[in-house]
């Protein structure tokens, strides 16, 4: 099947500070990216939708100046969050959905998600 | 937009013992659900998905129903085993319609040995 990975896996910054975060389809083209965030015992909630070439599509209430997608190529995402607070402590977890040439086009393949600490 | 409802919260069942949780959606444009299995820490896997063309689909001890008037699906799993234990996330999406998946709330299952 295919493969998504995530960099870093966990991550402790403090406060103020910025963090990157990598999404990468190792085995198929991703036309599209999804960015969630996860808070403990929640569940997954759509931050944006990164399309390979455009900019993102953010859901209500999902700052774009403090996070940042940037999806330059069909096989990596990333996701900067910006002058980072303790609010901004959660797991956020990326998927890719392939083109439909590629055949991956109906499912939404996971990344193993980043832990993001703010202290 | 989409909004998915996922019943119940937590589910206790004992070892051997069948489990049923059940979503509503929203979206009738809706045409694929399907079903996470999340372990503490880890991301989401996939279990099992059903299409809208499609009533049932069984895999081994796992099967999924989807009444498309009534707009709900239900996730089964017969004879429960310990493993079996974790949070179970139903979802919907429409990928023709470039849509990212809706998830429900989550389902903790305990399976008590």
């Known amino acids: 099947g295919a493969v998504v990975s995530q960099h870093p896996s966990w991550v402790i910054c403090k406060s103020g500070t910025s963090v990157k975060i990598e999404c990468r389809s190792l085995d198929f083209q991703a036309t599209t990216m999804f960015w969630y965030r996860q808070f403990p015992k929640q569940s997954l909630m759509l931050m944006a939708t990164?399309?390979?070439?455009?900019?993102?599509?953010?859901e209500q209430g999902v700052e774009k100046d403090k996070f940042l997608i940037n999806h330059a190529s069909l096989t990596l995402s990333t996701l900067t969050v910006t002058s980072a607070h303790p609010e901004d402590s959660s797991f956020y977890i990326c998927s890719a959905r392939g083109t439909l040439a590629g055949g991956y086009y109906n499912e939404q393949f996971f990344g193993p998600g980043t832990r993001l600490t703010v202290l | 937009g989409e909004n998915v409802e996922q019943h119940p919260s937590t589910l206790s069942v004992q070892e051997g013992d069948s489990a049923v949780i059940k979503c509503t959606y929203s979206d009738s444009a809706s045409n694929y659900f399907p079903w996470y299995k999340q372990e503490l820490g880890k991301r989401p896997q996939l279990i099992i998905d059903i299409r809208s063309n499609v009533g049932e689909k069984k895999d081994q001890r796992i099967a999924v129903t989807l009444n498309k008037t009534a707009k709900h699906f239900s996730l089964h799993i017969t004879e429960t085993q310990p493993e079996d234990s974790a949070v179970y996330f139903c979802a919907a999406s429409n990928p023709t319609g470039r849509r990212a998946l809706t998830f429900g709330s989550g389902t903790r299952l305990q399976v008590q040995p």
């Open positions: 990164s399309n390979e070439g455009s900019k993102a599509t953010y």
